[in-house]
Every structure is written in structure tokens, then in C-alpha cells.
């Protein structure tokens, strides 16, 4: 049995699965790692930052390729950093049975999954059954069939006693959380409207980009990310956060019953088109590989990475939508709206040019108000806030308000990971999960799947 181990992310040291470190670490009050078969950035961003309850050593079990390679080689720059440097230990063995070996060997006790989507849903279930914890990026599930699996993952890790949990960034962004602050007073805001078809009461869109810069470099996409197969499709995908904010939001620490709280109405696909070249330069591939051609027409590549959905929740008409284009404008990057319509008050996200590619909350009040009545209500809901976050403030402008948030609550995409991981480290100390968070995750689950179902019924 062969385990190599990364030294600034080179894989020249020989190490054993078996040796009596690895049996004694078991033993110890430390959470120990466990990265299974990463193929997707967000893995490494979980390592980005050292946690004082979690080993240093952390145990990679994956094929041996260029995923492989990428995600060790973020792992040595982290290490290597002028700036707060990690001290990670990669243990990595490659063997063909590194699925089996890892679950006979269980060397941590949390998996860490981020990777092809198409074998996750498979992992958590393999991982859960043989008693270990898991950490898994969205999403969890890219189909029905797979949702079916999950469900049996999840009463399975409650039989095992482990926690089978995934990682929601966008929760720790700082202007939903405010946006989620400021629709939980009803002076504010009123209360949440039931909405329409045409009009939801909650609409969340997201758009993201195959080309961008990633801890400084530029991403290189596997070529596997372009096939909805493998990935899964937008609507299940980027998705994900989209619905686990509108439930997060709207119904804070509410459980949600799929099988009578949810109800689709309609959902639609589409492509984006992406030329040769646009492949050839995120990937560094020189052609399409052949799993890619089936999509493939008159040279360019179709994929299945745009969708939206409507539906209702808990008789709340919901909007959600994802675009996914190669490249941002110059300034620019991945971008978020989302409304929150209220009787006394609409809560708007925007981060377009106008914000230059800011996320910045809007307080746009509706109807007839009191403009003086209003202000000095909503100046006492800001100093409330302020307990929390202080420095929130609001501007004044012609018919809404800006709330104006201090620089060191923006702390990016790539450190939000480090706050669920520190939340879900949290819970495995209390040894478990808010009550709410399974029966959501379902909720969220089958939402996606059945939108998906919906999506490809159609011409």
C-alpha cells in the first residue's frame, strides 16, 4: 500500500496509512480530515485557514491526475504564504482503491467532499454508513434519483450518529444577513408578502463566470465542470445557495416539510455557448474531450448552466435564477440580486456597475409613508443592529435608503468557507445539527430535482 505526502504541494514523500500515528490520532480529541477525490477549488478553501480544533494532518484519498495535483498544489501555496502561513500535512494515497481504503482505514473522522458531482451523492452515503462525518460542497445531489440516495444518507448518518451537513457560504455574506436583519422587524419591513407568478414576494439571481481568479491565480477548470453529467446542470447547482437563502431567510429556523411546503410551478434550461478557445484557455486542454462531444455543435460547446425556477414556499411565491457567462466585465465578477418584498418595505440587493460590483442592500419603503415617522424607526432598528454589527449605518436618498456596512464585515467568498467550517465544527462538539437543518436540506434538495425534472420536460 503506497501513500504519497505532499511537501509544498510535491508528492515525493512515502508514507503508511497504518503507521501508529495514524491509529493514535484516532484517539485524540481533535477533529481529523478527510479529503475525498477533491476535484473542485473548494476544497482547498476549507483549508485556507488552520482551526485550533482540527489535526494537522489531513488523510486525501483520490485518483492520481491533474485534480489531484491542482488541489495539493493550493494547499503548498497556503503553506507557503508570507502572510499567516497554514501547516498542513497532506497525506495523500492514489492507489485505484482509494475509496475502499479509505473507508477501511477511517484516518479522520470528517470527510471533506468537493469534487465531480456525479459520484457525490455515493461518497455521503459510502461515508455515513461506515460512521464518519461529512462536509460536503453544494451540490449534494444533481438529480432525482440521487436526491432518493441523500434522503437515505441522512437517516442513515442519524442511525450512525455523525453529521452529514453542507456548506452554505452564502449565509456569511454580510448584505443577506442584514437583509435577513432588517426583514424581521415588522417596522421596517412589515411582513412578507405572498406574492404572484409574476410578481414573487422573494426573487434571488446569481450570475457566475467559468474564468476567474481564485486565491490570487486564474482557475483552471477540469474539463469535467462543462459536463452537466458530471457537474450537473445550473438549475441544480449555483442554485443551491439561491434556495437555501430564500428558506434561511423568509423562515428562520423553521422546519420545512418538502412533501407539503413546497410546490413547483414551472422551471426552464438553457445553454451557454462556449467556443474552443474559451475551453482550451480555462482548462489548458488542447481539444474537447470525447465525453464532451456529445454537446458539442458546429465547434462550440453547449452547456446546460443557465435556469430558473418559481415556485412556492410555505404559500410564498419564490424566483430564483442562475446565468452562468465565460468571463466578467472589466471590474467585475460573480454578481448577486435578490428582493425581498414586504408590506412596508422592499429589501434589494444590487451589485451591478452602479456599485461597482459591490453587494449593497437598499431600504426602498412602499406606499404612502410618513418619510420623518419612518426614518426615526428605522434609525432604531440600525441601533439594534449595531449591537451586533457595529458601524451599520443607513444614507438617505430620493425614496429608499442605503445601509452602509464597514470594510471589515466584506471579508470575501473565499473566507466564508472558513465560517461554516468553524459553525460545523461547532455542531460536531454538540453533537449535533439545529433541528431545522435536515428537513431544510431535504426541502432544498427536492427543490432542485424536481425544478430539474421540470426544466427538461421541455422542448
Not at 80 to 90: I, M
Not at 138 to 145: A, C, E, G, L, S
Not at 159 to 188: A, C, H, W
Not at 300 to 308: I, K, Q, T
Request: aromatic share 10%; net charge negative; with cysteine.
Amino acid at each position: 500500500m503506497k501513500v504519497i505526502s505532499l511537501v509544498i504541494a510535491s508528492l515525493v514523500i512515502m508514507y503508511s496509512c497504518s503507521s501508529d500515528k495514524t491509529k493514535s490520532m484516532k484517539n485524540e480529541s481533535k477533529v481529523g480530515l478527510i479529503t475525498l477525490d477533491p476535484g473542485h477549488f473548494h476544497a482547498s478553501l476549507i483549508q485556507k485557514t488552520m482551526y485550533t480544533q482540527v489535526d494537522s494532518n489531513v488523510y486525501v484519498f483520490a485518483p492520481a491526475g491533474n485534480d489531484l495535483e491542482d488541489h495539493l498544489k493550493r494547499i503548498g501555496d497556503y503553506n507557503k504564504r508570507s502572510d499567516d502561513p497554514t501547516r498542513w500535512n497532506e497525506i495523500v494515497y492514489t492507489n485505484p482503491d482509494f475509496l475502499e481504503k479509505m473507508l477501511a482505514e477511517k484516518p479522520g473522522n470528517v470527510v471533506v467532499l468537493a469534487g465531480n458531482n456525479q459520484k457525490k451523492t455515493q461518497y455521503i452515503k459510502a461515508s455515513v454508513e461506515a460512521g464518519l462525518n461529512v462536509l460536503s460542497d453544494k451540490p449534494m445531489t444533481i438529480n432525482m434519483d440521487n436526491f432518493n440516495l441523500l434522503k437515505e444518507s441522512f437517516e442513515v448518518a442519524q442511525e450512525k450518529g455523525v453529521l452529514l451537513y453542507d456548506i452554505m457560504t452564502e449565509r456569511s455574506e454580510i448584505t443577506t444577513i442584514l437583509q435577513k436583519e432588517f426583514s424581521m422587524n415588522p417596522d421596517i419591513f412589515g411582513t412578507l408578502e405572498k406574492g404572484t407568478l409574476d410578481n414573487p414576494a422573494i426573487t434571488k439571481e446569481s450570475i457566475h463566470h467559468y474564468y476567474k481568479f481564485v486565491s490570487g491565480a486564474a482557475l483552471k477548470r477540469p474539463a469535467w465542470f462543462f459536463d452537466v453529467q458530471q457537474q450537473g446542470e445550473g438549475i441544480i447547482d449555483v442554485t443551491t445557495h439561491l434556495v437555501d437563502l430564500i428558506q434561511w431567510e423568509c423562515f428562520p429556523e423553521q422546519i420545512i416539510d418538502y412533501t407539503h411546503d413546497i410546490d413547483l410551478i414551472d422551471a426552464k434550461r438553457w445553454p451557454t455557448i462556449i467556443s474552443l478557445s474559451e475551453f482550451k484557455e480555462v482548462t489548458k486542454l488542447p481539444a474537447y474531450p470525447e465525453y464532451l462531444m456529445k454537446d458539442v455543435q458546429d465547434t462550440v460547446l453547449n452547456v446546460y448552466a443557465n435556469g430558473e425556477i418559481n415556485y412556492k414556499i410555505k404559500g410564498v411565491s419564490a424566483r430564483v435564477s442562475v446565468v452562468w457567462n465565460f468571463k466578467a466585465p472589466e471590474g467585475g465578477g460573480d454578481t448577486h440580486y435578490s428582493m425581498m418584498r414586504g408590506t412596508r418595505a422592499n429589501l434589494i440587493i444590487r451589485q451591478g456597475r452602479e456599485q461597482n460590483y459591490k453587494p449593497t442592500l437598499y431600504i426602498e419603503p412602499v406606499g404612502e409613508i410618513n418619510a420623518d415617522e419612518y426614518t426615526g424607526l428605522l434609525s432604531e432598528a440600525v441601533r439594534k443592529i449595531q449591537v451586533k454589527y457595529p458601524g451599520v449605518e443607513v444614507k438617505r436618498t430620493t425614496g429608499y435608503w442605503e445601509v452602509e456596512i464597514p470594510e471589515k464585515y466584506r471579508i470575501g467568498h473565499e473566507e466564508h468557507f472558513a465560517q461554516v467550517t468553524e459553525r460545523y465544527l461547532q455542531y460536531l462538539k454538540e453533537g449535533k445539527l439545529p433541528d431545522w437543518e435536515v428537513p431544510n436540506m431535504l426541502a432544498k434538495y427536492y427543490t432542485l430535482a424536481k425544478a430539474l425534472e421540470i426544466a427538461q420536460q421541455k422542448k
